[in-house]
């Protein structure tokens, strides 16, 4: 039922900047923490950020400085600003949304966007 719709990728040169969105749909509860991980080919799903639902943040030390995360409570949407791309960052970037229902934690993914940082 619930669907993490995500936009906002696409081809940047080096240096360049994008925002990554995702809008959450299908809950009637604010989820606990949302964040972003990257998949590069022959890589696994990494961290990249996440924000929880009092707005505490946590980075990738890769990205640290040069990515910020933030969220819409009111709308369940996240963002991610990422400025100073480098070719490094290319990956599918997948968002992601956790729920605590019964003391269990659930995630939820979107289909994941592609970013490709090259020139």
């Known amino acids: 039922q619930v669907q993490l719709v995500e936009s906002g990728g696409g081809l940047v040169q080096p240096g360049g900047s994008l925002r990554l969105s995702c809008a959450a749909s299908?809950?009637?509860?604010?989820?606990?923490?949302m964040g972003w991980y990257r998949q590069a080919p022959g890589k696994q799903r990494d961290l990249v950020a996440a924000?929880?639902?009092?707005?505490?943040?946590n980075y990738a030390d890769s990205v640290k400085g040069r990515f910020t995360i933030s969220r819409d409570n009111a709308n369940n949407t996240q963002y991610l600003q990422m400025n100073s791309l480098k070719p490094e960052d290319t990956a599918v970037y997948y968002c992601?949304?956790?729920?605590?229902?019964?003391?269990?934690?659930?995630?939820?993914w979107g289909q994941g966007t592609q970013v490709t940082v090259s020139s």
């Open positions: 992601n949304a956790r729920a605590f229902r019964m003391g269990f934690a659930y995630d939820y």
């Open positions: 299908g809950s009637t509860f604010s989820f606990a923490a």
């Open positions: 924000i929880t639902l009092g707005g505490s943040t």
